[in-house]
Structures are given as C-alpha cells and as structure tokens.
C-alpha cells in the first residue's frame, strides 16, 4: 500500500491523523539527521501493525510531502 504523509516535525506531541487519503503525523522529533524520518516509521509500524522494516520512504526524505510504502503482513 502506497500513502502520502505529511509530517509536521517539532510538534509538542506525537499524533496520528486520517484525513481522506491523506496521513498527517505530528511529531517532537525535529528534521535533524534523519530523526523526524525515523519517527514517520515508527509511528506508522505501530499505527498499520507492522514491522518498521516493511515501511518505506519512497519519495520526500527530505521534505514534510512524504510517499511512503508499506508492505508486508502485520507484526
């Protein structure tokens, strides 16, 4: 499955949001050696119940527009 996310890096908490087709994830982490990147992964593991490695960044690794794969079957 193919989704975009857009990712609002330095928010006070972390928060996932549903809006059509359209994620939208809050995180503290801040754009910062790949950190905001990270929690984009694991929030969505959690979220979708899979293993982080089945969680691409396929587009947008350094923009908050993200294109993210998610393959597998859950964890």
């Given at each position: ?36 990147n ?32 998610i393959?597998g079957?859950?964890?």
């Amino acid at each position: 499955m193919r989704c975009a996310v857009s990712v609002k890096p330095g928010s006070k908490a972390e928060k996932l949001e549903i809006s059509g087709d359209k994620i939208l994830i809050r995180t503290p982490k801040r754009a910062h050696d790949g950190e905001a990147n990270d929690a984009v992964i694991k929030i969505l593991s959690k979220h979708f119940h899979v293993a982080k490695g089945n969680i691409t960044i396929l587009r947008g690794k350094t923009s908050r527009e993200k294109l993210v794969e998610i393959i597998g079957k859950p964890a």
